[in-house]
């Protein structure tokens, strides 16, 4: 491995939340630090450049076969040696969970808690691979969501909660000093320059931008009176694009009809990246990257890692919160 002042780091699929010392790359670009690059098209850099290659809850949003392409380019890039470092939700984590919430409100039919409990856990199993709209039914339930309920979505989820927070103010929120929303960074005690905004890229005209642009967030458009984030520059040829969706969907409608469009963009959302295509856990982890050639699969923890002070960037936590607790934290190596 390289010397401290030599190493390479590659965050893939990064976000709003990276790291200043890190190559950062994107579908889309939300902030100058970030590269954007189409990850479909497989990773922008050399044979054996990278001493650590990086990705939070990517890999889910990629069919198996796309999956196994974006680790076999991890590997490609990497150093021999080198650390690739997979973070994804937790398939039998949250299988568990959902068994246990299921026979606590079969037991107890007639008690509010065990039932608003097994909505919640079967909407955080399923939603996100069969919902047909952007936010799912989570989205609403973590805006309304108040007392229990409210503790144990901040339990499973950790700083995600603040994405639908921030879209409904709450008349009993407070301030917790370690991370703000919207446009702001984290606190300076967090090392990581992040920018954890919750709205999802939007053009202009409010529409949701299409592309896989959003991967490694689980998030909405804003709602009605905020403003949304506009990705990139307003230009003609943005102008050409909406120009040719527009007389796209009046074509369509007047060829095939209303019900015709509705399929056009339902099609648009379920390839927008929002979607989980597959999902994983340690077993399947295990097999995918040792059939990409990797060795030495290692399960690990938030701020645990075989990269010395991984945990100085503030990837997998903010402060000593893990962010994202639903997840699988694990690490392999290049030979």
């Not at 990276?18 to 479909?40: C, G, T």
């Not at 301030?175 to 905004?197: A, H, W, Y």
């Not at 804003?222 to 007389?247: I, L, M, N």
């Not at 399960?299 to 893990?322: C, H, K, M, T, V």
Request: charged share 25%.
């Amino acid at each position: 491995m390289s010397t401290a002042g030599e190493r390479r780091l590659l965050n893939v699929g990064c976000g709003r939340h990276f790291h200043p010392a890190w190559r950062n790359i994107d579908m889309v670009s939300y902030d100058p630090q970030v590269e954007a690059h189409d990850l479909r098209l497989g990773l922008p850099a050399d044979d054996n450049q990278y001493d650590l290659v990086y990705h939070s809850h990517v890999l889910e949003h990629l069919t198996p076969s796309d999956g196994q392409r974006l680790i076999r380019e991890c590997a490609r890039v990497l150093k021999p040696g080198g650390i690739l470092r997979i973070v994804v939700p937790d398939l039998e984590q949250i299988t568990r969970v959902y068994l246990q919430a299921l026979e606590e409100a079969w037991d107890s039919p007639a008690e509010p808690w065990p039932q608003a409990k097994y909505d919640w856990v079967k909407l955080e199993l399923i939603d996100q691979m069969v919902r047909q709209s952007s936010g799912g039914a989570m989205g609403p339930m973590m805006q309304q969501a108040r007392g229990q309920l409210a503790e144990l979505i901040a339990q499973r989820l950790g700083h995600e909660v603040t994405y639908a927070a921030a879209s409904e103010p709450r008349p009993d929120s407070t301030n917790t000093g370690s991370t703000n929303t919207g446009s702001t960074n984290t606190s300076s005690t967090n090392t990581s320059s992040t920018n954890t905004g919750s709205t999802r890229p939007c053009n202009k005209r409010g529409q949701t931008l299409s592309g896989h642009a959003f991967l490694s967030e689980m998030v909405a458009c804003p709602p009605k009176g905020q403003t949304p984030f506009v990705a990139g520059p307003h230009t003609k040829s943005t102008d050409r694009v909406a120009w040719r969706e527009r007389w796209a969907r009046k074509l369509l409608k007047w060829l095939l009809g209303r019900s015709a469009v509705q399929q056009w963009e339902l099609g648009r959302f379920l390839d927008s990246g929002e979607v989980h295509r597959w999902m994983y856990d340690r077993v399947s982890l295990r097999a995918l990257t040792q059939a990409c050639g990797l060795i030495d699969f290692t399960l690990r923890s938030a701020e645990d890692s075989d990269y010395p002070n991984f945990d100085q960037f503030q990837l997998d936590r903010i402060g000593s919160q893990i962010r994202k607790p639903d997840s699988i934290f694990c690490e392999c190596r290049k030979r």
